[in-house]
């Protein structure tokens, strides 16, 4: 009886110290943010957005590691925000391979970029895959402080990621300009200007199409056309966010 006892306390005992170990492992390979009093680089804010993404796609490419193995989540260059979004976002890495900074399951050969809003302080700006037609783009937003720039966002703006962008991966309220828009934009196309992220100046050149509709004053669709238009008019647009500018699905009036 006591040589049972015995063997079944040392099976217990190797049991506990077996799932001991594999809880450390699996704690030691736990991706966790580190909180810093200051984060950012130094250079011009389109370089450490593609710079950022550049070194997470050649881990990426990688076949014995990835951007989280290698601790890319606690880059310098993202705030303390976008690392944790990043590490709540490895779980679908794992299970369905949706890259959260690459903006899809494949693998790019590399990156253009284009900004589409910039000022001393912020900078917001989409990386484009080289590859043409992947209808796949992230958006960076970066801010400055002590002279260093900080990714404080990396959104997805591609229907590949899903139903949660809804149908419009461009959505904004905001005024129109045109022929009052200043250099360098083109004042041969409406523009919206609108606020984000408490930052009152974005600019978006709008492209309007015979899909594009506007939503007049008596709730009726027409295409848009100038003559539905007007400088400072008060709107809500909705469309795809392209290279370019957004591709104008639907324009509505805001009273």
């Known amino acids: 009886?006591?040589?049972r006892q015995k063997a079944i306390i040392a099976s217990v005992l190797g049991l506990v110290i077996i799932s001991a170990l594999l809880f450390r492992l699996l704690k030691d390979d736990s991706v966790e943010v580190v909180v810093k009093e200051s984060r950012g680089v130094e250079g011009e804010a389109l370089d450490v957005a593609l710079d950022f993404?550049?070194?997470?796609?050649?881990?990426?490419n990688s076949t014995t590691t990835d951007p989280y193995k290698e601790g890319l989540v606690n880059s310098e260059s993202l705030s303390v925000e976008v690392s944790q979004k990043l590490v709540e976002a490895e779980s679908?890495?794992?299970d369905n391979n949706f890259d959260p900074v690459?903006?899809?399951?494949?693998?790019?050969s590399g990156f253009k970029a284009k900004p589409i809003f910039e000022n001393e302080s912020e900078v917001q700006a989409i990386i484009f895959p080289k590859e043409k037609d992947t209808g796949v783009q992230t958006i960076f937003t970066l801010k400055s402080h002590d002279n260093l720039w900080e990714i404080t966002d990396i959104s997805c703006g591609t229907g590949e990621q899903g139903p949660e962008l809804g149908e419009f991966t461009f959505e904004q309220e905001g005024f129109l300009l045109k022929q009052s828009v200043p250099p360098p934009l083109d004042s041969n196309h409406w523009h919206l200007v609108f606020e984000q992220n408490g930052v009152l100046g974005h600019t978006a050149p709008l492209f309007l199409g015979e899909d594009s509709k506007c939503l007049t004053t008596s709730d009726n669709e027409e295409t848009c056309n100038d003559s539905l238009l007007a400088e400072a008019m008060r709107v809500v647009v909705k469309g795809s966010l392209t290279e370019a500018g957004v591709e104008v699905k639907r324009v509505e009036l805001v009273e």
């Not at 993404?53 to 990426?60: G, I, K, P, S």
């Not at 690459?102 to 790019?108: A, D, F, K």
């Open 53 to 60: 993404a550049q070194v997470w796609l050649d881990t990426r």
């Open 1 to 3: 009886m006591q040589i």
């Open 102 to 108: 690459l903006c899809q399951t494949g693998l790019p």
């Open 92 to 94: 679908n890495f794992r």
